[in-house]
């Protein structure tokens, strides 16, 4: 009797975690759809919409800058929307650059019946770099992407044709970073569980955990990076972002913000962020090949 009802017990614990864990996949696979509304009045630009073979009509907005300077999209994080970029539209912007920033498919107010983490959102980087290259005809491209935006702009294929890229907590593995995510969240006895939610993966999503490792194609990336990094970050560990660095291909740099977490990066070290990024996309958006230089 007392067998069988630690059985049943058993069970009941394992049937509790796979239904935990299925409804955590979808908490964090739903779209995160909001009103943004319109470009604020301190920009000269207007509001963009372009297609994406992710399926989705992409919404964003467009600022023009001054001729030869140069332009760059703003990719964000998961979650977020292009409303979370503007303030670095606005220092890019004052510096002369041509900016485009968007909402990836199921974020914003761009379409999609799910967040995948980079998958599709690969379709929609690809999407914007080309409106931009349309748009923007003779100028140099960068791309500026935040966790999930860099994570999109690596895994697009074939790869980008873009002259420099930023790529802030970018992630190695998708289940590195379910892995960290659970860690942080509950503590290191969580992280066996990591294989319960990209086992939905494909089910949910039609993407394996495979297609989901931008760390195998940064080196086929020939584009000048800049990578960024929070020391004590959780979510994208220095040691993981560091492992992204090695991996890439050569001209490249590391920036390691020290006390940083997983968050706005920009918002927590101002006038730092700016100059090295400033600095690095000037360097090679006006045609200026060599090393990565950053300021010191």
Do not use: C
Request: net charge neutral.
């Amino acid at each position: 009797m007392k067998k069988r009802i630690a059985v049943i017990v058993v069970l009941g614990l394992l049937m509790a975690i796979v239904i935990g864990s299925w409804v955590a996949g979808s908490s964090l696979s739903e779209p995160a759809n909001a009103t943004v509304g319109t470009l604020p009045s301190d920009f000269v630009g207007s509001s963009v919409q372009f297609a994406s073979e992710s399926g989705s009509v992409l919404h964003g907005w467009f600022i023009p800058g001054k001729t030869g300077a140069g332009a760059i999209v703003l990719m964000h994080g998961v979650r977020a929307n292009r409303s979370s970029m503007l303030e670095r539209a606005r220092f890019l912007s004052r510096a002369g650059y041509t900016v485009l920033l968007f909402d990836f498919q199921a974020h914003g107010e761009s379409a999609g019946n799910h967040i995948t983490f980079g998958y599709l959102e690969s379709k929609d980087a690809r999407a914007a770099v080309n409106f931009l290259r349309s748009n923007s005809p003779g100028e140099r491209i960068g791309v500026l992407g935040v966790s999930m935006g860099g994570a999109a702009a690596l895994l697009a294929s074939p790869p980008l044709e873009i002259d420099a890229i930023a790529l802030e907590m970018v992630y190695p593995t998708i289940d590195q970073a379910i892995r960290d995510r659970l860690a942080a969240r509950f503590g290191r006895w969580a992280r066996p569980f990591t294989p319960l939610l990209t086992w939905q993966l494909k089910p949910r999503l039609g993407v394996t955990a495979g297609e989901l490792r931008p760390i195998d194609k940064v080196a086929h990336l020939t584009a000048p990076k800049l990578f960024i990094a929070g020391s004590p970050d959780q979510y994208t560990t220095l040691a993981e972002s560091r492992q992204m660095f090695e991996a890439a291909s050569e001209p490249k740099a590391l920036w390691v913000v020290n006390g940083a977490g997983h968050e706005d990066l920009y918002q927590l070290v101002g006038a730092e962020y700016e100059q090295r990024v400033l600095d690095f996309f000037f360097h090679y958006l006006n045609h200026k090949p060599g090393p990565v230089v950053l300021a010191t």
